[in-house]
């Protein structure tokens, strides 16, 4: 007996259809017959095509909304259209952003306004196949895209505070696991995830407890989690003496992931409140000068003892507790001991109160500065280390500037100083991240003009100017490339080296890439450009003869721009330069710059493929 497509059952026929790619199912599957049309349009399939296809979804589409319903109740097939459809608006406008210069921080705005909408596409070019033409470009601005969209995931949930700066314990995770966010990589775990490891930590502490928990006063369970918190090693650090000022000690979810759980006192406190709040605590943070604790406040109509009473009494009512440093109760006594010591004599009661939720971000905002200066002070490679990754001058540099956005977005707008560090923000955002454009677009000019409006009126020069600032980086961004050719003579004999090739500096060592180069002296190099004040001085001193003026003694050299692992452009002259042509002496930390001016490496000549031919064609 003959078996027709008709007869096969439905169950087998869904089966099938989901190992079948969405996009065959859309195009042919749904013609072949009546019966395939109806099981391929079914809203069941197109939520498994959904949600196997797509692992990140922007807050818009209310997917654990959706995921609450049934199937029937969602248009997923509409769904899986507009997300595909995205996609290829988001293919086309990568590929611009690899092709040209012009309009390119336009383009990537115009990719992260797509939010977690573009992050599957995105994570999947970061990690585009070697053999690709581009593969360089491609993932390094894939990744550039990614890292805004992650900044703007935190800077939004932030963003929440300008409206209501008093809010305190609720969110309280979502803000801090924000700062995360400025130093994730790719499909790393983000605020989300986050919040989930500690929704598994609270359910794991309440498994290992038992019902008898349940029983207890708010004071003994509250040291009980204290106790499991501090002898599970999730708060506190080793040798603070040394790792202090670690970076990865002011974020929660790094904290919460590394195998030793290290975390500065205020992230301590923290995590332990979070978890409270999720066993069932009244649990908040108490900004205690230098060191922040964490705070448990009695359930209405009890003591902290389980005693019902009808008014608790404002010091009987809540307790303190270090879990930075202590599995003991510290006694309220002692904290205004401490205040008085401190000289805080007025206003002392404020820090054994509930802090908002903006003062606990600013606090680690505050930390993350003081990171920052301590790596420049120091030039301590590891404290900027994260995850096994070795430390780079981006790691870096985000610390500065997520505290900055954290003293714009917690401080209150009518705060008469709010634009303290509006000048060294710009200058951060138009230097080392100018794709937030978009971002600071959103949120910061906004701000701006309310606040303009409401102080006395002055002159503002650019770094202080949002709107200002912002017209030049869209200026800068939509300029035409100025040319260089190698059209005469003297070019050919006077500039020896071609962009991509890489050099070993004679005197210094350095590895660099060529990404520039001009006829004589360093006036007609690509800008904005560097060089450090040792090789300027070098220079200076060994340019030309002892009746040269420095400016004489400059000219007569040949300078090129270079990649740095560290520098966009950095400046060296043409007799510093040493080729190298192993390209095992490529730093890693080089290669994973490289693709912001070159296309790919080509081993075999240990040289980079140029993506600048608007700047340099012949080259």
């Known amino acids: 007996m003959a078996t027709t497509l008709e007869s096969v059952p439905d169950e087998i026929i869904r089966h099938i259809l989901q190992y079948i790619s969405p996009e065959e199912s859309f195009a042919n599957v749904q013609y072949v017959s009546k019966t395939f049309n109806r099981i391929a349009n079914e809203p069941l399939l197109w939520k498994y095509y959904c949600l196997s296809s797509f692992r990140y979804w922007n807050d818009e589409h209310r997917l654990s909304e959706k995921l609450q319903l049934r199937a029937s109740q969602t248009a997923w097939r509409t769904l899986w259209r507009r997300r595909r459809a995205r996609n290829a608006k988001i293919s086309a406008l990568l590929d611009a952003v690899v092709a040209t210069k012009v309009g390119r921080l336009q383009k990537i705005g115009d990719i992260c306004r797509y939010g977690y909408d573009a992050k599957d596409f995105l994570v999947a070019q970061s990690r585009t196949d070697d053999s690709a033409d581009d593969v360089l470009a491609r993932r390094y601005y894939a990744n550039t895209a990614l890292a805004s969209i992650h900044r703007g995931v935190a800077v939004h949930e932030w963003s929440h505070y300008q409206r209501a700066p008093f809010l305190t314990a609720p969110g309280l995770d979502r803000a801090l696991a924000a700062f995360d966010m400025f130093f994730i990589r790719g499909d790393d775990d983000d605020i989300d995830d986050t919040c989930a490891l500690l929704d598994g930590l609270a359910a794991e502490f309440l498994e290992q407890q038992g019902k008898k928990f349940e029983t207890l006063s708010a004071r003994d369970k509250a040291l009980a989690l204290l106790k499991w918190v501090r002898g599970r090693n999730l708060v506190g650090m080793d040798d603070p003496e040394e790792n202090y000022r670690n970076l990865r000690n002011c974020l929660i979810g790094y904290a919460l992931r590394d195998e030793r759980h290290p975390s500065l006192p205020i992230v301590s406190a923290v995590i332990y409140t979070c978890l409270a709040e999720r066993i069932g605590l009244r649990a908040a943070c108490a900004a205690f000068p230098s060191h922040v604790h964490a705070m448990i406040m009695a359930p209405a109509g009890q003591d902290l003892d389980g005693k019902e009473v009808s008014m608790p009494a404002n010091e009987a009512d809540k307790m303190f507790l270090d879990p930075y440093g202590s599995s003991e109760e510290i006694q309220f006594d002692d904290l205004r001991s401490r205040l008085v010591e401190l000289d805080w004599i007025n206003g002392r009661d404020a820090f054994l109160v509930a802090a908002p939720v903006p003062i606990m971000v600013y606090r680690v905002g505050r930390n993350l500065a003081a990171t920052f200066g301590s790596f420049y002070n120091t030039r301590q490679d590891q404290l900027a280390a994260l995850n096994g990754r070795p430390a780079t001058k981006l790691t870096v540099e985000s610390a500065a500037y997520a505290a900055r956005w954290t003293n714009l977005l917690m401080t209150p707008v009518s705060n008469l100083q709010w634009d303290n560090t509006l000048d060294q923000f710009l200058n951060q955002l138009a230097q080392q991240f100018p794709e937030d454009l978009w971002l600071v677009e959103e949120h910061i000019l906004p701000l701006y003009h309310v606040f303009t409006q409401s102080v006395q009126p002055r ?98 050299k040949t300078f090129y721009t270079c990649l740095k692992h560290d520098h966009d452009r950095h400046v060296v002259a043409q007799d510093r330069i040493e080729i190298i042509r192993d390209p095992k002496l490529i730093p890693e930390a080089l290669m994973e710059v490289a693709g912001k001016f070159f296309k790919k490496f080509d081993r075999k000549t240990c040289t980079f493929v140029s993506n600048i031919k608007e700047y340099f064609p012949e080259d």
Do not use: C
Request: net charge positive; hydrophobic share 30%.
């Open 459 to 556: 002159i503002r020069f650019t770094w202080e100017n949002v709107p200002e600032m912002l017209g030049i980086i869209r200026n800068m961004d939509n300029r035409q490339p100025t040319v260089s050719r190698r059209y005469t003579q003297a070019i050919h004999q006077n500039v020896w080296y071609r962009v991509g090739q890489v050099f070993r500096h004679k005197r210094y060592g350095y590895i660099g890439i060529i990404n520039g180069w001009g006829e004589r002296g360093t006036q007609s190099l690509p800008m904005p450009h560097n060089m450090s004040f040792e090789e300027a001085m070098d220079e200076m001193a060994d340019s030309g003869t002892d009746s040269d003026t420095v400016r004489q003694r400059l000219r007569k």
